[in-house]
């Protein structure tokens, strides 16, 4: 099927780490792996689902794929899951007594940190799980170590008995680097074994194995001091010694090449008599960790000296361009900011290119709606595409913070109702994939206790945002066969919203959207207002007959730019003056080439400038 | 570029999502390995395919350590929009080589008026001093009947400028292609030789050598 899934042993390829991590489960010999989608670790499952006698899917959300996982482990088969960073706050309440339990069948969690928030709402370190739910950490540098701590981290899960958490970043995730992979071991499910005082985790249980966890964590300890993929790189240099993993490990050794490196390969638990060495040997250690300082925090409660985050940035990548003046500070050297060498050209102010909605986005009318009532609506929102509706032109959104909230959010708010708010309706924005993942207990609160808010479930039958993947609700599996589909209005139904507040509406219908959400914003009990168009960019997408601009017919009215689509621009403008008052006209063009002909804008046009695009000068003059 | 321990070659491609920058940066990393050069290669995708900047760093040399490029240290900067070239210029070093598409792409911020598009990046660019070279690669394209073709144009355009022949590059670039889809191996052979004939290279050197 491709190169990655056929490629014989041996074979040196240009991998991704997702890539090279997907290859690596497969190659273990993985039956069980699940996933929700997710920046930047989406690609991973994306991936092994093309691989053979893996038992993929994409799972409803993080914490299902984890507790999927834990569940063939103790079939004893090796399983896997994987996610980004805040997904393992969702898995969390899996982890944090599984981690008693244990595994049987090697048990591989990879989380994907977004140091320095390409796409995320923040950025939390995830090594700290290691330390809280005791369990090792693995961090690798590139592909192939990622390829290597894959595999290495099923053995770990086997050998000590529990999951094992892959810390990755986005930096490891999406770079391409070369990678040797090798061949697959079948390592069939060893089958479930009756235990329950280790897998039914009552008080008693539960109690009777932290003896077994702390003697698991010291055991680890350790390996971590053995551990083959945490290496001293040497120097000859010996004014700074470095600690550092990931990434970051790789801008140091190119930065600072002749200084001593200790490159940690398992972050939990460390391996302090070999920091203590390199500390012994060097004038001073500098930890360079993304982004917490979690190393340097334990290296110094072990009182070993060091620095860290004193001459380091708190958050984003560490690369040559901050360590280099960080480094220099620490030595009391000029930190080469005056110096000769640099940019060609200083940085010039260029307008911001900021992520849109797409051409023909079945989101653009709602938020036009929205952003024609913007006075009348507090709007709370949630995590997919449509979260851009905070933004230019619509300005129609008011929160947002994590995958479900704006269901729980919207109750909140409607019952603080603040006198200052009275006239105010609540409305919940959230997506289709973002509702089954979280959003529908929320839902069942603002039924359960009459909450006052106006739900906006954009069904675009996609999970949008990461690339289209399918979910409970498309009526397709990761493979794209056929698979049972949710169907939103029997399930909000289900959830106890009555039968005449649910309305299916087609988003490209804009007086009927328009209509709809004024009805049930007037109306005082939990309505639910479903859209059924797919997004733009999947395959089940069909464009129709695009429109134009009729050029003389065009008063101006930009209108149809509230719209917010990226096929509509300016042709020019024009200031005009009536009753004393200046006004500024924006005449228009549509790029027949992107219009997908969804026919939102012309019913906002009010001269009847726009039509299709092969209609005929001679009906332009009839227009 | 880089410090001496760990000398590479940086070459930082930029344009918008859906030009195919990722592309054209996996057959230049391709030609590299072909040429037993380590490769590493970085881009940050997620929000990037709605409309927004895409910038990819391709590093090559004996041994890569860090992926991204610092700024200040591209030795070629290869953009397929000429805004997005002029955002990324501070990323070339000094006697570093700018290669950008004169195309000029509208964002919703620029068209609906909020933000004003830059009258003359390209001019903007030389008033530096940095060695830039405009190509016109999408009307190259149209020529030739496919504006799909613009970045074969602009990575002919690169391709007498790094540290392996051109040859080598075009090599990649009809591996991508022509193996899945063999009538356009012919037309992307021709859109290579227009980029690289638009920056006085390929057969328009031979002729002014002759």
């Known amino acids: 099927m491709n190169a990655l899934t056929e490629a014989p042993a041996s074979s040196r390829l240009l991998l991704s780490g997702n890539e090279a991590i997907a290859r690596a489960v497969w190659e273990a010999g993985t039956i069980v792996a699940a996933a929700y989608p997710g920046t930047p670790s989406t690609e991973i499952l994306e991936v092994l689902a093309g691989f053979p006698d893996v038992d993929t899917h994409w799972a409803v959300n993080e914490k299902v794929s984890l507790e999927v996982a834990i569940g063939a482990s103790i079939g004893g088969a090796r399983a896997f899951c994987a996610m980004k960073h805040v997904g393992v706050n969702v898995a969390a309440d899996a982890l944090m007594s599984q981690t008693l339990a244990g595994a049987r069948g090697g048990l591989v969690i990879a989380v994907a940190d977004d140091v320095g928030l390409s796409s995320s709402q923040n950025e939390q370190d995830s090594r700290f799980w290691g330390r809280f739910a005791h369990i090792p950490v693995l961090e690798p540098a590139d592909s192939q170590e990622a390829y290597e701590m894959t595999k290495l981290a099923f053995e770990l899960s086997e050998e000590f008995e529990t999951p094992v958490l892959l810390r990755l970043t986005t930096r490891v995730c999406h770079v391409k680097a070369l990678c040797e992979v090798g061949a697959r071991t079948p390592r069939p499910a060893t089958g479930f074994e009756s235990d329950p005082g280790r897998w039914v985790l009552v008080p008693a249980n539960a109690r009777n194995r932290l003896g077994t966890l702390f003697s698991r964590e010291t055991a680890l300890a350790a390996h971590s001091e053995t551990f083959e993929m945490t290496q001293l790189l040497p120097g000859a240099d010996s004014r700074v010694g470095f600690v550092a993993s990931g990434p970051a490990a790789l801008a140091v050794r190119e930065t600072f090449p002749d200084a001593p490196l200790l490159k940690l390969g398992m972050t939990h638990p460390l391996p302090l008599e070999r920091v203590r060495e390199l500390a012994g040997q060097v004038e001073r250690l500098l930890v360079v960790e993304e982004v917490e300082p979690l190393v340097e925090q334990e290296l110094k409660a072990a009182g070993i000296a060091c620095h860290g985050k004193d001459v380091l940035p708190r958050s984003g990548e560490l690369s040559y361009v901050v360590l280099r003046p960080a480094v220099a500070r620490l030595l009391g050297e000029d930190d080469g900011s005056g110096a000769a060498e640099g940019p060609v050209a200083p940085a010039a102010q260029v307008f911001p290119r900021p992520p849109t909605m797409c051409v023909g986005c079945p989101h653009l009318s709602p938020y036009y709606v929205l952003s ?42 409607s019952k603080a109702a603040a006198e200052a708010d009275k006239d105010k309706a609540v409305v919940g924005v959230i997506g289709d994939s973002t509702f089954l993942h979280m959003g529908m207990q929320g839902l069942l609160d603002i039924v359960y206790t009459g909450g006052n808010v106006t739900v906006l479930l954009l069904d675009n039958r996609a999970v949008g945002m990461t690339g289209g ?7 397709r599996d990761i493979h794209g066969a056929e698979a049972p589909q949710v169907d ?6 289900a959830l106890g919203v009555r039968p005449e507040r649910i309305h299916v509406v087609d988003p490209y219908e804009l007086p009927t959207m328009a209509k709809t959400i004024r009805q049930e914003i007037a109306t005082p009990e939990p309505s639910v207002i479903i859209t059924n168009q797919p997004c733009v960019l999947i395959d089940r997408f069909k464009p129709r007959e695009p429109f134009r601009v009729i050029d003389d017919q065009c008063n101006g009215c930009s209108n149809c730019l509230r719209v917010g689509c990226p096929a509509i621009s300016v042709t020019r ?45 001679k009906e332009d003059s009839r227009a | 570029m880089s410090g001496t321990a760990f000398p590479t070659t940086d070459i930082l491609l930029a344009g918008i999502g859906g030009q195919g920058v990722l592309t054209a940066s996996e057959i230049l990393a391709q030609a590299a390995i072909a040429q037993g050069f380590d490769v590493k290669k970085t ?25 991204a490029i ?7 900067l290869l953009a397929f929009e000429v805004a997005e070239g002029l955002r990324c210029l501070p990323f070339l070093r000094k006697g570093g ?29 030389l008033a530096t001093g940095a060695d830039v070279h405009p190509v016109d690669g999408t009307r190259i394209a149209l020529a030739l009947g496919e504006p799909r073709l613009a970045n074969t144009v602009m990575l002919g355009a690169v391709a007498d400028h790094l540290p392996f022949g051109a040859e080598a590059l075009l090599r990649a670039l009809l591996e991508r292609f022509g193996s899945r889809k063999p009538h356009l191996a012919d037309l992307n052979r021709r859109a290579f030789e227009a980029g690289r004939e638009a920056v006085g290279g390929g057969a328009a050197q031979a002729a002014a050598s002759a």
Not at chain 1, 469 to 475: A, N, R, V, Y
Not at chain 2, 50 to 59: C, D, E, K, N
Request: with cysteine; proline share 6%.
């Open chain 2, 97 to 125: 080589r700018a290669v950008v598409n004169t195309q000029r792409v509208l964002p919703p911020v620029v068209s609906s008026g909020l933000f004003s598009y830059p009258d003359d990046p390209v001019a903007q660019m």
């Open chain 1, 469 to 475: 993947q399918d979910h409970p609700g498309t009526g």
């Open chain 1, 372 to 413: 024609k009532i913007r006075k009348q609506v507090i709007i709370a929102g949630d995590i997919g595409c449509y979260t851009l509706g905070f933004g230019h032109p619509w300005n129609a959104l008011d929160t947002t913070i994590c995958m479900g909230s704006s269901m729980g959010m919207a109750l909140g708010l």
């Open chain 1, 488 to 493: 939103f209005a029997k399930l909000v139904a």
């Open chain 1, 573 to 617: 403008t024009e200031t005009e003056t009536r009753r004393g008052r200046e006004r500024e006209l924006k005449f228009v063009t549509i790029d027949t080439v992107f219009c997908t002909g969804c026919t939102i804008c012309v019913k906002t046009c009010g001269p009847g400038a726009i039509v299709p695009a092969g209609a005929s000068a």
């Open chain 2, 43 to 67: 881009e940050v995708a997620g929000m990037a395919q709605r409309g927004g900047m895409v910038t990819s760093h391709l590093r090559f040399g004996e041994k890569v350590m860090a992926p």
């Open chain 2, 70 to 76: 610092a700024p200040g240290s591209a030795d070629l």
